[in-house]
């Protein structure tokens, strides 16, 4: 129903910036009041981990505590994009990083299941 494309990993050394874009295709005909858009990340051997959460409806953001005050999620309604902004990165935000969304709103910093899923880009960081 949505698709997602992420763009924007890479390899940066440790306290550098990366800012990664999730762009989003909404089938022809369907609408949403709001869309619950997150970034997960995947290190490898780990279990997945929601990162950051935006609720288009209201713009509310949610951050996860590993990563509070150093990324920032966005949107670009124009363009209808996601963005993650990625500063000060550390080696342990090594990672595959994901978009998702879905239209069920189920509380800000909910990151189970969502119905919606990008393909992934990979983002290491060097020390």
């Known amino acids: 129903q949505i698709l997602l494309v992420e763009s924007g990993g890479g390899s940066v050394q440790a306290g550098g910036s990366l800012r990664l874009s999730c762009e989003a295709s909404?089938?022809?005909?369907?609408?949403?009041?709001?869309?619950?858009m997150a970034w997960f990340r995947r290190a490898p051997g780990e279990g997945r981990e929601g990162v950051a959460a935006?609720?288009?409806?209201?713009?509310?953001?949610y951050y996860a505590d590993s990563v509070k005050g150093r990324f920032t999620i966005s949107r670009d309604n124009a363009k209808n994009t996601l963005y993650l902004q990625m500063n000060s990165l550390k080696p342990e935000d090594t990672a595959m990083y994901y978009c998702?969304?879905?239209?069920?709103?189920?509380?800000?910093?909910?990151?189970?299941?969502?119905?919606?899923w990008g393909q992934g880009v990979q983002v290491t960081v060097s020390s």
């Open positions: 998702a969304a879905d239209p069920v709103f189920r509380g800000m910093g909910y990151f189970g299941e969502m119905q919606n």
């Open positions: 909404i089938h022809t005909g369907r609408t949403y009041s709001g869309l619950y």
């Open positions: 935006l609720w288009t409806g209201d713009g509310r953001t």
